[in-house]
């Protein structure tokens, strides 16, 4: 399913079921594994722009308070061809999770200078750990950099958001099962508090990926 949300002030789109990381607490991935057809996350296949657009005409934009740029999976691996021409074409306020890796994916360009010119009001960005050993733990991400600089270049891409004048929150998950992390790596809401306080960037906890 490309739009979902049970309410039509928040609508959200759902563009791709790739993602950079394999989160432990990922329901979102596991229900696309799990249930493919049968999750109305998932996608039959990687929808094009216009497949999104076709979607995204018929939301009621007159009861519309925010579009969020969301889904089961990573919204910049569709950068150049829905997230941007996409912002460029939608007149209200829209939002966008995303895991923060997009100065790895495209360690050439300034991701949230051209998010920003696009017209990105708001972003999450999942931090989920207050150390970079934790984040490789729960996010176990599949990048070709080592645990600290993934956490660095999402610390970056954050304070890049913040400082283009997107509204930036830094989120992290505070219901994982201790199972899932053999009782160890549970993030530590309050020193993560202390790395998004120095930062001057928001906290949001979720209790859901
Ligand atoms: S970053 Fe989000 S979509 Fe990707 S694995 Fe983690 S929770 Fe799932």
Same mark, same amino acid.
């Given at each position: 399913?490309?739009?979902?949300? /049970? ?82 074409k939608l007149e209200v306020r829209t939002s966008m ?10 360690? /050439? ?55 283009n004048g997107i509204y930036t929150r830094l989120t ?17 809401? /309050? ?19």
């Amino acid at each position: 399913m490309i739009v979902y949300g /049970d309410n039509e002030a928040y609508p959200s789109v759902n563009i791709t079921n790739g993602c950079t990381n394999n989160c432990v607490f990922c329901n979102l991935q596991k229900q696309v594994k799990k249930y493919k057809e049968k999750s109305w996350f998932y996608l039959e296949k990687e929808p094009s722009f216009e497949e999104v657009w076709n979607e995204v005409q018929k939301i009621d934009f007159s009861k519309v308070k925010e579009f969020w740029i969301a889904g089961a999976g990573e919204p910049t691996l569709r950068l150049d061809d829905i997230v941007l021409p996409l912002l460029r074409k939608l007149e209200v306020r829209t939002s966008m999770i995303t895991n923060g890796h997009a100065n790895m994916i495209y360690p /050439d360009r300034n991701v949230a200078k051209e998010l920003k010119q696009a017209g990105l009001h708001d972003i999450e960005i999942s931090l989920n750990a207050e150390n970079p050993e934790k984040y490789v733990k729960l996010c176990r991400p599949r990048l070709n950099y080592s645990p600290e600089e993934i956490y660095l270049k999402i610390v970056e891409f954050a304070c890049d958001c913040k400082n283009n004048g997107i509204y930036t929150r830094l989120t992290l998950v505070t219901c994982i099962s201790p199972e899932l992390v053999d009782g160890k790596f549970m993030p530590d809401v /309050d020193e993560f508090e202390k790395i998004t306080e120095e930062l001057e960037i928001t906290t949001k906890k979720r209790v859901f990926a």
